[in-house]
C-alpha cells in the first residue's frame, strides 16, 4: 500500500555527518507519526528520533544534540541529519511511517528496507 526507500547512508569517518532521506508513495490520505530506527549486528532494533505530524519530535539519548529529525508534509518525506558521527553509531537505518491510505479508507503500518550507516574510527 505505501512504499517507504531510505536513501543517503554510507561510509564515514567519526566526526562527519550523513543526511537521510525517505518519502513515502501510496495512496495517502494522512501521515501521522514518521520516525528512524536502526539495528546494528547482533542487536535488536532501536527507535533514534520520532516526529508527529504536528512537529513534536523524540529523540534517544544517545543521539540527543548531534541527530535532527525533520519532515515536509507535503512531500510525505522524512529526514535524519547526523552530525558528529560516531563509531557506535554503525547500523541499519529503517525508516517507518504510519497513517492513513484510501480506496478503500484504512490505516497504514509500513517500513522502508533500511540503508547501511558505517562510521569508521
Known amino acids: 500500500q505505501v512504499q517507504l526507500v531510505e536513501s543517503g547512508g554510507g561510509l564515514v569517518q567519526a566526526g562527519g555527518s550523513l543526511r537521510l532521506s525517505c518519502p513515502a508513495s501510496?495512496?495517502?490520505?494522512?501521515?501521522?507519526?514518521m520516525g528512524w530506527y536502526r539495528q546494528a549486528p547482533g542487536k535488536q532494533r532501536e527507535l533514534v528520533a520520532a516526529?508527529?505530524?504536528?512537529?513534536?519530535?523524540n529523540y534517544a539519548d544517545s543521539v540527543k544534540g548531534r541527530f535532527t529529525i525533520s519532515r515536509d508534509n507535503a512531500k510525505n518525506t522524512v529526514y535524519l541529519q547526523m552530525n558528529s558521527l560516531k563509531p557506535k553509531d554503525t547500523a541499519v537505518y529503517y525508516c517507518?511511517?504510519?497513517?492513513?491510505?484510501?480506496?478503500?479508507?484504512?490505516?497504514?503500518?509500513?517500513w522502508g528496507q533500511g540503508t547501511p550507516v558505517t562510521v569508521s574510527s
Open positions: 517507518n511511517a504510519q497513517g492513513w491510505v484510501g480506496r478503500p479508507v484504512n490505516r497504514y503500518d509500513s
Open positions: 501510496g495512496r495517502i490520505i494522512s501521515t501521522n507519526a
Open positions: 516526529i508527529g505530524s504536528g512537529g513534536n519530535t
